[in-house]
């Protein structure tokens, strides 16, 4: 089994801060890339961030050089720091890793939970 567990969402007011935490857990061989997504009302879900197992980067266009993804491979964690946040960052945040389980052959996606991040005043 794998989970995955994201925390600090939360209520920020714009031009604020939040950082985001996905740490994944149970019986994880490996991780290829790590990512964050977010899915706001009535619209579909739409990559923000990835994060390669070496560190390399990708963003989408609404976040490069607001938002910055990083992770901790020793602790199987990763993050996103959000900066200078607008009300059009409003969303549930899912964090997503391709992870090789112990005794699997094949990589496969888990998903977060969800959480939620509103900026509003």
């Known amino acids: 089994q794998v989970q995955l567990v994201e925390s600090g969402g939360g209520l920020v007011q714009p031009g604020g801060s939040l950082t985001l935490s996905c740490a994944a857990s149970g019986s994880i061989r490996s991780i290829n890339a790590m990512a964050w997504y977010r899915q706001a009302p009535g619209k579909q879900r739409e990559l923000v961030a990835v994060?390669?197992?070496?560190?390399?980067?990708n963003y989408a266009d609404s976040v490069k050089g607001r938002f910055t993804i990083s992770r901790d491979n020793a602790v199987n964690t990763v993050y996103v720091q959000m900066n200078s946040l607008k009300p059009e960052d409003t969303a549930v945040y899912y964090c997503?890793?391709?992870?090789?389980?112990?005794?699997?052959?094949?990589?496969?996606?888990?998903w977060g939970q969800g959480t939620q991040v509103t900026v509003s005043s």
């Open positions: 994060i390669s197992r070496s560190g390399s980067t």
């Open positions: 997503n890793a391709n992870i090789l389980q112990y005794g699997s052959i094949n990589y496969r996606d888990y």
